[in-house]
């Protein structure tokens, strides 16, 4: 079964700084999408930026990146330069192909990591 | 934003009673689907529709039920209420129902308060 694992449940970084948020998965699939999401404290849940399972290149969105190691089923999300307005909860989440099963597939989340930026 | 509306923002209502909360998909997206957000089970998936049609379910309880509506809006309906269904709830929506590499686009999500 697949399942998405956040170990940090906070972190803290100073503004400016770059952080790394931890996530590890676990799929049987060979053919899957990852996906991280931040939640600000309004509430909404805001996409910010995808990995495939063939994709060779880490992902890359303005400061964000995703650091993929598909061996270790890690797939960490590199914020740079943090800003204050990064201050929200990030999840780690994942899709897979389900191509034997009708391909209707729902995405996963794990638990989520508090990030807070100091001044 | 994310293009998908859902509505009310808020909800507070008693034990035992029923709710209908709605979604609007974002322009051209066939599915349609529900995830409730509490502190102690994080973000469940609840249920999905592709294009009117259930495809997938997940911890969705039996007092809850769903439907896409040929417009393809979508409403959760939750009855009976119990304290422990204070929960956000999120209608998000993607482009088909089987492309793993198509991000969810979540709406807003309708905060409900059952005292």
């Known amino acids: 079964a697949q399942k998405i694992t956040q170990t940090q449940p906070g972190m803290f970084v100073q503004e400016k700084e770059a952080v790394t948020l931890d996530c590890t998965y676990d799929?049987?699939?060979?053919?899957?999408?990852l996906f991280w999401y931040k939640q600000p404290s309004s509430g909404e849940m805001i996409f910010l930026i995808y990995?495939?399972?063939?994709?060779?290149q880490n992902a890359t969105e303005g400061r964000y990146s995703l650091n993929f190691q598909k061996a270790r089923k890690s797939a960490n999300l590199v914020i740079s330069a943090s800003q204050l307005g990064d201050s929200a909860m990030y999840f780690c989440a994942m899709r897979e192909a389900l191509l034997f099963s009708g391909g209707y597939n729902k995405l996963i989340f794990g638990a989520g990591t508090r990030l807070a930026v100091h001044p | 934003d994310s293009g998908v509306t859902q509505t009310p923002k808020h909800l507070i209502t008693a034990t035992g009673q029923r709710v209908t909360l709605r979604c609007s998909p974002r322009?051209?997206?066939?599915?349609v689907y529900w995830y409730q957000q509490s502190l102690d089970q994080g973000l469940q998936f609840l249920i999905q529709y592709y294009n009117g049609e259930e495809r997938a379910k997940g911890n969705i309880l039996e007092r809850f039920s769903a439907q896409q509506f040929p417009d393809l809006h979508s409403e959760l309906n939750l009855s009976s209420l119990e304290l422990g269904d204070s929960a956000l709830y999120f209608c998000?929506?993607?482009?088909?129902?089987?492309?793993?590499?198509?991000?969810?686009?979540f709406g807003n999500g309708t905060r409900l308060t059952v005292t």
């Open positions: 322009s051209g997206d066939l599915s």
């Open positions: 799929t049987s699939d060979q053919s899957y999408g």
């Open positions: 998000a929506s993607s482009v088909g129902g089987t492309a793993y590499n198509s991000p969810l686009h």
């Open positions: 990995q495939g399972s063939y994709d060779e």
